[in-house]
């Protein structure tokens, strides 16, 4: 299916590449209008590939930052909007120290909220896709992305909401990405078994916290995407300051995840029209008349 408007939206630059990445650069291929949307530009993100903490980089991380995330677009074929709020960083200690004045997490919802439906008034997109409740993992930023997405998708809708920042526009289908999949992994490892061969992630899926359940669970829509599995690497690596080449997400190689687990997973949140469950395609429902 083509002619239609994915938003992707996120709180840091990179989680989009780590996070429903092949999706986006499938339904891009195929023709139709992907936006994606970074909430804040990760100003407070650690500098994680050994590589990149040289001198020079973490004094000038937010110009560093911007031309990852426009090279991680190109390489996606995605359109790109900053919303330009402050990232809140990842608080760590007990007690959790306070977070810091002015970030993204403590802006007014009704602020965030705003910014965010001028931009979707703008783009009009028929999908959009954000975090769950839990933000998938407790970052403030995460959690503060899925309250201003799903306030967003009411608001956007209501002519009486801001009319100076656009005509309404009703988003058809909210979608929570879950990328963090236990029985992925279990078939990984079962795959490396089989080969008789060390499943280098072994350790990572030894410390997953059996409480922390599999968010297989939520599924509703699996979008086969293996073959745009080597353009999210690439956009992930667009990233350096971010994302370790020789990290846990290289650590399987492509032909196992293409053979083994080529699709990306979500939840239907949200829906303005009928579809069935489980679905393939977050288009699912939508017909070509409101393609416009």
Known sequence: MSGFRLMAVHAHPDDESSKGAATTARYSAEGNDVMVVSLTGGER??????????????DRISEVRQAEM????????????????????LPEGDPLPPLPEGCFALVPLEESTRALVKVIREFRPHVITTYDENGGYPHPDHIRCHEVSMAAYEAAADPEYFPQDGAAWEIKKVYYGHGFIRKRL???????????????????????????????????TQVTCGDYFPQRDDALRAHATQIDPNGSFFAVPL??????????????????????????????????GVAQ
């Not at 916290?209 to 599999?214: A, I, L, M, S, V």
């Open 186 to 220: 279990e078939l990984f490892r079962d795959e490396y078994e089989r080969r008789g061969e060390p499943f280098p992630m072994a350790e990572w899926l030894e410390r997953w916290k059996t409480e922390r359940g599999d968010s297989m669970v939520r599924v509703t």
């Open 70 to 89: 426009a090279e991680a677009a190109r390489i996606l074929g995605v359109q790109h909007r900053w919303l330009g709020f402050v990232d809140s960083g």
């Open 255 to 288: 032909d196992i995840q293409q053979k083994i687990w080529p699709t990306e997973e979500y939840e239907l949140a949200k829906t303005r029209v009928t579809t069935s469950l489980p679905e393939t395609d977050l288009f699912a429902g939508l017909d070509e």
């Open 45 to 58: 993100g650690d500098i994680l590939n050994p590589a990149m903490d040289v001198p020079g980089v973490r």
